[in-house]
């Protein structure tokens, strides 16, 4: 059974940081290119950080410069480094991967930034 856990949102005041993680089981990591998205309340889910399996990473205008998303292949986890927190990041934070035809989700961790 393949399972993605995030782990480590919260509460934060704006300008903080936080490093989320997501744990892979199931699946060997290493082999799928992956992702963070966030959705914020009312919002569509949105497609912030990309990373591939050749370690290229990609993010959304609005996050660039402020988050970095990285993999440890041996652990099968990859993270999200957020800095200089904005409350227009609060949202559920889901990390997923993708090997068409194999798309899978983790169950979210929820971001709040508020001071």
């Known amino acids: 059974q393949v399972q993605l856990v995030e782990s480590g949102g919260g509460l934060v005041q704006p300008g903080g940081s936080l490093r989320l993680s997501c744990a892979a089981s199931g699946i060997i990591f290493s082999v799928y290119d992956r992702a963070w998205y966030r959705q914020a309340p009312g919002q569509l889910r949105e497609l912030v950080a990309t990373i591939t399996t050749g370690g290229f990473t990609n993010y959304t205008d609005s996050v660039k410069g402020r988050f970095t998303i990285s993999r440890d292949d041996a652990k099968n986890t990859m993270y999200l480094q957020m800095n200089s927190l904005k409350p227009e990041d609060t949202a559920v934070y889901y990390c997923?991967?993708?090997?068409?035809?194999?798309?899978?989700w983790g169950q979210g961790t929820q971001v709040t930034v508020s001071s």
């Open positions: 997923s991967a993708f090997a068409p035809p194999h798309f899978y």
